[in-house]
């Protein structure tokens, strides 16, 4: 069994990695008005990561027998200047995912809850790959510039990506 605060700090979790995918799904659209295809590609499969995460978050909680209540998604952002300004709101977000994990971690010390400290773990993880893969994006997008045909050749390559769902 899971204490009160918790649980409500893992719902609250669940909330966020919701509103993630809803924030990715408003950048992909975003690149898909703009017909950057392969920039849409990359957001769409980050957004069934996001997904993933969600529901990574959803059976623990009743795996450990809480209750999963769901919140309102607040409305994302949906306007940008231009491809870099989208991937340095995607990774102003991630970092502040990161926060919210390691203050999850905290607060699973401070409750003596080794079980959600272990499931909590994999997102530790989890954070650096994702800040890794947009500053990525945001370090060729920089090199570019202005240059469109840079921006295409980045497009193309955007667009291999394939969502591989983790190994449970
Ligand atoms: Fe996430
Ligand atoms: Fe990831």
Redesign the pocket.
Known sequence: MMNKKMKKALNNQLNAELYSSYLYLSMCAWFEAKSLTGFANWMRVQVQ?ELFHAMKFFNYIHDRKGEVVLDALAKPESSWDSPLAVIESAIKHEQKVSAMINGLVSCAIEEHDHAANQFLQWFVG?QV??EA?FGAVYDRLKLVGGDSAGLFAIDLEMAKRVYVPPAP
């Open positions: 990561e989890e790959e994702e893969n």
